[in-house]
């Protein structure tokens, strides 16, 4: 397997001081054809080494540890981890790659930013790709997610931590141990003599601010943004998704840019897109006319 280049870029934060976003790259560093993937709330960059692979050939694929995540640095002020910012930390980033245009990959959280992205007047995106993701999300959804999302954790070995991660992810669908090992090696950092989780637990502080008003808000501004789409739009759903509503991607498919939606049975919020089949369906829409 082909080791990615790792690359961090300063970006600018609310308190007035930089934080360095990390980003690995794979493929040749000169080739114009670019591919961003960003991952979900508690993930990191390393989820797409599948899909890099299988596209590296044809594409300079970049996937990002957002801010407060993976080899990226933590915010001074929690407060800092939300969406907006997300977006112009990634601004940031597409100015380091200079392309004129580039294809975009986002899981759950990845797709909001990669939305916000998208939706900005002379965006450079030219193809989005949403994983199970859209403006309305399941409250049912945040309130599992709020269960686990920073809460302190020590493993003794990998094979515990990935038990203990295997435990709140079976909505990624099913995956051999060899996967999932490969999986849960780049969502732990040192801890003495064990692990942890590599994310910065304050990454939590503001998710759990959220109320029903504000959720009723961003939901509005999200729709909004999404009927000022102009890239086409291939939206991926797992058929068992808590977060993304079967009615909310149908909605998707008729408003707007009207993605063309792919469900994958027996898999819920999200795919992780390591299956064959998940890996052939992005492919064949980023190939496409």
Same mark, same amino acid.
């Given at each position: 397997?082909?080791?990615?280049?790792?690359?961090?870029?300063?970006?600018?934060?609310?308190?007035?001081?930089?934080?360095?976003?990390?980003?690995?790259?794979? =493929?040749?560093?000169?080739?114009?054809?670019?591919?961003?993937?960003?991952?979900?709330?508690?993930?990191? !960059? $390393?989820?797409?080494?599948?899909?890099?692979?299988?596209?590296?050939?044809?594409?300079?694929?970049? &996937?990002?540890?957002?801010? *407060?995540?993976?080899?990226?640095?933590?915010?001074?002020?929690?407060?800092?981890?939300?969406?907006?910012?997300?977006?112009?930390?990634?601004?940031?980033?597409?100015?380091?790659?200079? &392309? +004129?245009?580039?294809?975009?990959? =986002?899981?759950?959280? !990845? *797709?909001?930013?990669?939305?916000?992205?998208?939706?900005?007047?002379?965006?450079?995106? $030219? $193809?989005?790709?949403?994983?199970?993701?859209?403006?309305?999300?399941?409250?049912?959804?945040?309130?599992?997610?709020?269960?686990?999302?920073?809460?302190?954790?020590?493993?003794?070995?990998?094979?515990?931590?990935?038990?203990?991660?295997?435990?709140?992810?079976?909505?990624?669908?099913?995956?051999? %141990?060899?996967?999932?090992?490969?999986?849960?090696?780049?969502?732990?950092?040192?801890? =003495?003599?064990?692990?942890?989780?590599?994310?910065?637990? &304050?990454?939590?502080?503001?998710? %759990?601010?959220?109320?029903?008003? +504000?959720?009723?808000?961003?939901?509005?501004?999200?729709?909004?943004?999404?009927?000022?789409?102009?890239?086409?739009?291939?939206?991926?759903? !797992?058929?068992?998704?808590?977060?993304?509503?079967?009615?909310?991607?149908?909605?998707?498919?008729? %408003? !707007?840019?009207? &993605?063309?939606?792919?469900?994958?049975?027996?898999?819920?919020?999200?795919?992780?897109?390591?299956?064959?089949?998940?890996?052939?369906?992005?492919?064949?829409?980023? %190939?496409?006319?």
């Amino acid at each position: 397997m082909t080791e990615p280049r790792l690359h961090h870029v300063p970006c600018l934060d609310s308190s007035l001081s930089l934080h360095r976003v990390a980003y690995w790259e794979w =493929g040749d560093p000169a080739n114009d054809k670019v591919l961003v993937c960003v991952h979900g709330l508690s993930r990191q !960059g $390393r989820d797409f080494d599948t899909l890099a692979q299988a596209l590296m050939d044809e594409y300079r694929v970049v &996937a990002v540890d957002v801010v *407060g995540r993976g080899q990226s640095d933590w915010l001074v002020d929690p407060m800092g981890y939300t969406i907006p910012a997300y977006v112009a930390d990634m601004v940031t980033v597409l100015a380091r790659l200079n &392309a +004129a245009t580039v294809d975009w990959i =986002g899981t759950s959280m !990845g *797709g909001l930013i990669g939305l916000g992205i998208a939706a900005l007047k002379g965006s450079p995106v $030219r $193809r989005l790709v949403l994983n199970d993701v859209g403006p309305s999300i399941e409250p049912a959804s945040l309130q599992r997610i709020g269960t686990y999302l920073g809460q302190p954790a020590h493993w003794a070995t990998l094979d515990e931590a990935a038990d203990a991660l295997w435990a709140i992810s079976q909505g990624f669908g099913p995956h051999t %141990r060899e996967q999932w090992l490969e999986l849960t090696k780049p969502m732990l950092k040192p801890d =003495g003599d064990g692990y942890k989780p590599h994310y910065d637990p &304050a990454i939590a502080v503001p998710f %759990r601010m959220i109320t029903p008003e +504000a959720a009723q808000a961003g939901e509005a501004m999200l729709w909004a943004a999404w009927e000022r789409l102009s890239p086409p739009v291939l939206l991926l759903r !797992g058929a068992d998704s808590d977060l993304l509503s079967h009615a909310t991607a149908q909605q998707m498919t008729q %408003r !707007g840019p009207r &993605a063309q939606l792919v469900e994958f049975p027996g898999v819920g919020h999200a795919p992780l897109l390591q299956q064959p089949d998940q890996v052939q369906v992005v492919a064949d829409f980023l %190939r496409s006319p």
